[in-house]
C-alpha cells in the first residue's frame, strides 16, 4: 500500500513525495485556468506546481483514514481558536491508526518569559518588542480598499498563540495519544525529513502526535 504524507500551510516548501496544501489567495488565482498563466509572471510570490489549493478548516480533498503522516509549520497560529480545533479534529480524520502528526508553533511561554527578562533589565520598549515579536497586534492600520484587502487575504498575523500545554490539552482533546515535545529531524518516521526546517524550531514548539 502507497504511504501518504499531507502537508498543510506549506508556503513554497513542496516535496515531491508529499501533497502539500496551501489556503494563499494568490496560489488560488495561479491555479485558475488561462487566468493563473497569464498573472504568473507578474506575481510577488509563484508556488510550486504541486503544491494544492486547500483549506484545512473546511477539509482537505483527501480521504479519512488514509494518511500516515500530517505535517504542519507555523500554520495553527494564523487560526481562530475554535477553527484550530476543527483543523486538529479534521487532522486527526485523515490518518490512519499508528499514524503521525508533527506541529510547529511559535512557543508562547519563551516569549512571554523574554518579555518578562527584558522588563525586568529595565527595557522600557519591552512591550512593543513582545508584540512585534508575536505579531499579535497591528503597528499600522491599512488605510484605504487596496490595502485593507491585501492585509485581511495576506493572513499574517497570529490569531491564537500556543504553549506547550495548552497545545497539548487541544491535541488530547481532538483524540491524540502519546504527545511529546520534539526536536528537529526527530522523528521515528524519516519522511518528516523532507518536510522540516532547522530554523522554524527557533523559539517555537513542536510537537508529535499519534493516532490510534
Known amino acids: 500500500m502507497k504511504k501518504i504524507y499531507v502537508q498543510y500551510g506549506c508556503g513554497l516548501s513542496a516535496p515531491l513525495f508529499w501533497r502539500n ?3 494563499s489567495p ?14 504568473k509572471g507578474k506575481l510577488n510570490t509563484v508556488f510550486p506546481d504541486n503544491v494544492e489549493y486547500g483549506d484545512i478548516i473546511k477539509g482537505l480533498p483527501v480521504a479519512d483514514n ?4 500530517v505535517y504542519c509549520s507555523h500554520t495553527l497560529e494564523h487560526l481562530s ?3 484550530c480545533k476543527i483543523a486538529l479534529k479534521n487532522t486527526y480524520a485523515m490518518l490512519r491508526p499508528n499514524g503521525i502528526f508533527r506541529c510547529i508553533v ?8 523574554n518579555y518578562l527578562s527584558s522588563l525586568s533589565s529595565g527595557n522600557k520598549n519591552a512591550g512593543n518588542s513582545f508584540m512585534e515579536q508575536t505579531l ?11 490595502k485593507f484587502v491585501t492585509s485581511y487575504l495576506g493572513n499574517s498575523h497570529h490569531l491564537w498563540m500556543w504553549d506547550q500545554y495548552s497545545l497539548e490539552e487541544e491535541l488530547n482533546k481532538a483524540g491524540f495519544a502519546s504527545v511529546r515535545v520534539c526536536k528537529y529531524n526527530d522523528s521515528a518516521d524519516i519522511v ?10 527557533i523559539n517555537s514548539i513542536c510537537l508529535e502526535a499519534v493516532k490510534l
Open 21 to 23: 496544501f496551501d489556503v
Open 26 to 39: 494568490t496560489l488560488r488565482l495561479q491555479k485558475m485556468p488561462l487566468l493563473g498563466g497569464l498573472i
Open 66 to 69: 488514509s494518511c500516515d503522516g
Open 81 to 83: 481558536f475554535n477553527d
Open 106 to 113: 511559535p512557543d508562547l511561554e519563551i516569549l512571554a518569559r
Open 136 to 146: 499579535l497586534g497591528i503597528k499600522v492600520r491599512p488605510r484605504g480598499l487596496k
Open 192 to 201: 518528516f525529513a523532507e518536510v522540516e526546517s532547522e530554523g522554524r524550531f
